[in-house]
């Protein structure tokens, strides 16, 4: 598959490149983004009661987006987006969450460059949610810290936003595939951490690179929609994790597989995805290997008329083999979610959250049961 990407990007540079082509101007980057602002009231449960969790609490989550494209008289789109987290305490030492460059034809597909998930991600297909999220429980359900887990369907292998070429066929019949390629795994890029005089990353790193595949179908028959995928994932490493001391842990490589199913008829919905991940990891500084597996299944229905829209779902993870005991880490989430649409780009939506979670290592005195909460806010959209 590597071979393919790259033969991919050559015939499409080869094609920019020698066909006459004039942009009828050139890209103009507009403004985009959301604003996401939540109150919300959470019960911790422990079963030491030594800890008093904070019971209310303000969540945010902002970005914004540039972005602009031009289409050229032989029919290459080309496009360009960049987000910027705007919130604080998630910008970290860069602003930047995602920024790629899109070349597309009707004819051809798209080739996407750049910082963004594998099309594993991209294409996945979920269960209705109107809420803001499964993997949004664990801001307001205080997360074990013994506990691993995973919030998402989709196979990811630790290469998120993680820079990587990906290739999106024309839909033919309903049917979509997707390939990326990773050429240096997250964690990964060589000895400098800073950039060369033209701006781009240090040297190219030692071993380690990633390639995802997926398939995804959308069609309607009769008034029933029907959408689908399925996909893969393999990595080989090593990723090092955990600071580099003596709890580091290597990742020798890492594989997995996903499907997700989405049935829509009169305004219900009714979906489900799952997802496996096999992580092969060795631990240097105390001499020892294992492996970690973990599933992620999620089911849903949902009713959308309208201006409103309401869900009820549930997701399960399970985590084993990331200490010397073998049992599994488990989080359930139970979500009940609404959503009530004020007008152009302003949603209001909520959820009422259930976690039950069970730490493998069962140690009394940091041990959290799980707990309940009911979160709602506004997304306003610009």
Avoid: C
Wanted: no cysteine; aromatic share 12%; glycine share 16%.
């Amino acid at each position: 598959m590597k071979k393919f990407l790259l033969g991919t990007t050559a015939i499409v540079t080869a094609a920019a490149v020698t066909a006459p082509a004039v942009a009828a101007e050139k890209i103009t980057l507009s403004l985009g983004g959301y604003m996401e602002q939540y109150v919300g009231f959470a019960d911790n449960e422990s079963d030491t009661g030594r800890t008093d969790y904070r019971t209310f609490d303000v969540q945010s989550d902002t970005e914004v987006w540039f972005q602009g494209s031009t289409t050229l008289d032989n029919g290459l789109k080309f496009a360009v987006k960049i987000e910027m987290e705007a919130d604080g305490e998630d910008a970290g030492t860069s602003n930047i969450d995602e920024s790629y460059l899109d070349i597309s034809s009707a004819s051809f597909g798209a080739l996407r460059i750049g910082y963004e998930d594998p099309v594993t991600a991209l294409m996945h297909v979920t269960s209705p949610n109107y809420g803001p999220g499964y993997g949004d429980a664990d801001t307001w359900i205080v997360q074990d810290g013994g506990i691993s887990k995973q919030n998402d369907s989709y196979v990811l292998l630790g290469q998120g936003d993680e820079i990587k070429i990906s290739y999106f066929t024309p839909r033919f019949f309903g049917l979509q595939a997707g390939l990326t390629y990773v050429p240096e795994l997250e964690n990964n890029r060589g000895s400098g951490n800073g950039s060369n005089s033209s701006g781009m990353p240090n040297a190219i790193g030692g071993g380690g690179d990633a390639y995802f595949a997926a398939l995804n179908y959308t069609e309607t028959f009769g008034g029933l929609g029907v959408a689908a995928d399925v996909g893969y994932g393999r990595s080989s490493g090593p990723v090092t994790a955990g600071g580099g001391g003596t709890n580091s842990v290597d990742i020798k490589g890492a594989d997995g597989y996903q499907a997700g199913l989405q049935l829509s008829y009169a305004g219900f919905q009714f979906g489900g995805a799952y997802q496996y991940s096999d992580f092969h990891l060795a631990r240097p500084f105390i001499n020892d290997t294992a492996a970690s597996e973990g599933t992620v299944w999620e089911v849903g229905v949902g009713y959308k008329a309208g201006p409103w829209g309401v869900s009820l779902g549930y997701m399960s993870s399970e985590q084993t083999g990331l200490i010397s005991n073998a049992q599994e880490d488990k989080w359930d989430t139970y979500a009940l979610s609404g959503i009530y649409n004020l007008g152009p780009g302003i949603d209001v939506h909520g959820s009422v959250y259930y976690v039950d979670q069970e730490d493998e290592a069962k140690v009394d005195s940091t041990y959290n049961e799980g707990g309940w909460a009911v979160v709602a806010g506004f997304k306003l959209a610009f």
